[in-house]
């Protein structure tokens, strides 16, 4: 944002493209050394980052997913860094934006792309579509785990096809070969055929390193059965079908490629100077050779002067002088060189924890090689995992070189901020920032955005009444654009609840304080992300305030329109009626260990999916199967919420925990004990609980407590339309919606709610 967390003025924006080898390095370097008035964004495909010397012996077995990935969202917290769950598709050399699938361009002051390579295949035919490449590798991991489930869901026999004999595609083959023979025999089924095929287009495999090597695969590869076409290129891809150039043709199962490396077509697009492989040129200091603002590393690079293979380890070797060119970049210092070792030291696997190592013309084999390898592996991994506990220390001012003596002027202004009215953000920043976007045109919208005037004007059709409400809270992520999607998402969710359309809204910022160009570009985020929603739920933006403050933080007074005769309330709820939650809960203990790093990416990526969902859709289809009540799940937890709905209905409610929907990750940080800061507040709701000191044994019972952000509806449905309701809302992206409970006739206990196991 335009600040971070310790109130850190921006003077510069260091964007990282990839969370490769090299660029986790450059995020562990912030991390144990900040640079003030540096903002650092990370712009990824990917949260969980695979380390690709542990990738076949994930394929073999040997290592779990979490073993061999890095988890960038701990990371990137713990280098202070922004983390965009995104991928990026271009550069706009000329205005320095970095141009993303689905999202606003990012600004950079220095850029620096880690994004690596995958197969080249664009010149055979039909290898795109009846092909899987092993990289980018996250994608060859879900297609691994369908052909596991393929092999063990079916009989043999079972014909697997790896083009590409370098040591990756030859590692490839024989980690799949072990896996499966292993899981095969596991379910009794050893005698299955099990076909393996290695396709090289050169006349050895592993044709890179010392010949002494492809010797010894030859061995290995014959002890294993593995059948090998060496000097014979595929001219054709068919569905289950490779043709090869010496006109044998193999029927299949799986077709892998791992063949030479190639890279984006945007890179070449974009303007930089590229190789004729598309591969970002640069100077030994890692710099573009065409633009300064510019650097690369890993297969993303071609060092002009010492072109190596396109191997991790030198990825791994770049990141430390990479990390020191980008802090001499950001404050223009002369950037030290950087010389690639001559010679490495390679170690491939051979699929049962043995492998084949060689360096400067010798070469041995063993099963020690293998745990040497592992050694490694794992010291590499678990220098990003495992990461050091960091103490809150007085940051020292910017380095000279950040900002120019009219920035530094600004700077100093900010102190002397206004109060009131004067702490508006500027007219024309706004201006700037807002100008490429369009608000909503509804005809009942007489004065808006669209003719700004002192206040908006909107229209209430007859037979039409206004329901009103208003939400407001400061960010709890350090990404401007989802930030603004789920806060809409949120505000608009009242409005839905009680069977509105939404019609209009205002918007209330706090934008932190900064130069102007860098405010700009979180006001463009933020705005960019919450009129996304607002324009899919009909809702116009009709004006608004937006003011400076020491946090970003955005909510909307939002305005919508139902039949007099039709809203949908609190009150009403059935005895009989099934009780439907439509999203899953968590969130509020999911944040508070994000925010303590102790959260995995991909939970906390689970749960901003689920708050980006919006609830327009459910409120439709809950309102179609005739829900008698019906609220949204927010700041006072389940049963805050529910009992909201009991009081004006007078009944009792019984709700099964088991069938509780939970996020991902959300009974974990329960059982660390991390819980939301509104919990205990929410705790005291607990005198409404029947069976109290019984449902506290459950490990749920702290999530009916857990406050929700942008949460699910709960609603009350007749029982015969009860699962007709949550099929509907299965197919229409709710998944995770439940039937969780039942309406009864009130009863003579003070307490209305049973928590049953």
């Known amino acids: 944002m335009g600040m971070s967390a310790n109130t850190e003025m921006v003077l510069k924006d260091l964007v990282l493209i990839g969370g490769g080898h090299s660029h986790v390095a ?47 969202r701990p990371l990137c917290q713990f280098a202070g860094a922004r983390l965009y769950h995104e991928a990026a598709e271009g550069i706009d050399l000329s205005n320095k934006l970095v141009q993303c699938a689905n999202r606003p361009a990012v600004p ?53 096809a790896v083009v590409g004999a370098g040591a990756a595609g030859t590692e490839m083959v024989l ?67 490779l043709v090869l150039s010496d006109g044998k043709t193999l029927e299949l199962d799986e077709i892998l490629w791992v063949t030479g490396a190639s890279a984006p ?3 070449r697009e974009s303007g930089l100077d590229v190789d004729e492989n598309g591969f970002i040129n640069v100077h030994d200091t890692l710099q573009s050779t065409s633009d300064i603002h510019v650097f690369a590393a890993g297969d993303t690079a071609n060092v002009i002067n010492f072109p190596r293979p396109k191997a ?53 084999e063993g099963t020690w090689l293998w745990t040497w390898k592992n050694w490694i592996d794992q010291r590499f991994i678990q220098k990003y995992n495992n990461l050091p506990e960091m103490t809150e220390e007085a940051q020292p001012l910017p380095q000279a070189g950040l900002a120019n003596p009219e920035v530094l002027k600004d700077i100093s202004a900010m102190a002397m901020r206004c109060s009131g009215c004067g702490a508006k953000v500027g007219a024309n920043v706004l201006t700037r920032a807002l100008k490429d976007l369009s608000p909503l045109d509804r005809d009942d919208v007489l004065i808006g955005l669209h003719e700004p005037d002192d206040a908006a004007v909107v229209e209430v059709p007859p037979g039409k009444v206004m329901v009103h409400t208003v939400d407001y809270f400061r960010a709890f992520i350090d990404d401007a654009y989802v930030f603004g999607q789920i806060s809409a998402n949120h505000s608009l969710s009242d409005l839905f ?11 209330i910022a706090t934008i932190p304080y900064g130069i102007e160009d860098k405010v700009e570009d979180t006001v463009r985020q933020l705005m960019a992300g919450a009129m996304k929603v607002l324009d899919d739920a009909g809702a116009a933006l009709v004006g608004g305030h937006t003011s400076e403050g020491a946090e970003l933080a955005l909510g909307f007074s939002a305005h919508g329109l139902v039949d007099k005769n039709r809203i949908l309330r609190k009150g009403g709820m059935v005895p009989g009626d099934k009780l439907i939650l439509t999203k899953a809960l968590g969130t509020g203990t999911l944040l508070a260990a994000d925010m303590r790093q102790k959260a995995k990416g991909f939970w906390i990526y689970g749960a901003l999916e689920s708050m980006l969902l919006s609830n327009r859709v459910a409120a439709s289809l809950i309102y179609e199967y005739d829900a008698t009540a019906c609220t949204d799940i927010t700041g006072f937890g389940l049963l805050g919420h529910m009992v909201e709905m009991i009081r004006p209905s007078g009944v009792d409610v019984d709700v099964n925990m088991n069938l509780l929907p939970v996020l991902d990750g959300a009974e974990e940080t329960i059982e660390m004990g991390i819980l939301s800061s509104l919990q205990p507040a929410n705790v005291r709701l607990r005198r409404a609980i029947r069976n109290h000191e019984q449902a506290a044994q459950s490990n749920r019972f702290p999530l009916v407590f857990d406050p929700q952000t942008s949460g699910g509806l709960l609603a009350s449905v007749p029982s015969s339309k009860a699962e007709a309701c949550v099929r509907e809302l299965h197919e229409a992206g709710f998944t995770a919606a439940a039937v969780v409970g039942e309406v009864r006739a009130r009863s003579d206990y003070l307490e209305p709610v049973m928590l049953l196991n």
């Open 26 to 72: 450059v995020l562990k370097s912030f991390g144990m050394k900040p640079m003030p008035g540096v903002r650092l964004t990370v712009i990824a495909r990917d949260v969980q980052t695979p380390y690709s010397g542990m990738l076949p012996g994930y394929v073999a077995g040997h290592y779990t997913y979490d073993e061999a990935h890095i988890d960038l």
């Open 108 to 160: 950079y002051d220095v850029v620096s792309l880690n994004i690596g390579s995958r197969p080249d295949i664009a010149g055979v035919p039909g290898a795109a579509d009846f092909g899987t490449p092993v990289k980018p590798i996250n994608r060859f991991v879900d297609r691994w785990h369908s052909l596991v489930d393929r092999v063990l869901g079916q009989p043999g026999p079972h014909r697997i």
């Open 175 to 241: 980690s799949i070969q072990f896996r499966l023979r292993h899981l095969l025999d596991k379910h009794g089924r050893q005698d299955e055929i099990l076909e393996m095929h290695l396709v090289s287009k050169s006349s050895r495999v592993t044709p890179s390193h010392d010949p002494g090597v492809s010797k010894r695969f030859d061995r290995i590869l014959d002890e294993r059965g593995v059948n090998v076409y060496r000097g014979t290129a595929v001219t054709r891809a068919e569905d289950d079908i």
């Open 265 to 267: 077509a945007w890179l």
């Open 312 to 364: 991790g380890v030198f990825a791994v070797r770049q990141g430390k002088p990479l990390a020191e060119n980008l802090r001499r970049a950001l404050v223009n210092r002369t950037l030290r060189s950087f010389s690639p070792q001559k010679s490495m030291l390679s170690l491939i696997s051979t699929g049962d924890k043995c492998a084949v190592a060689s360096k400067a013309g010798i070469v041995a």
């Open 497 to 507: 609840a009680m069977g509105a359309q939404a019609q209009s809204a205002l918007a």
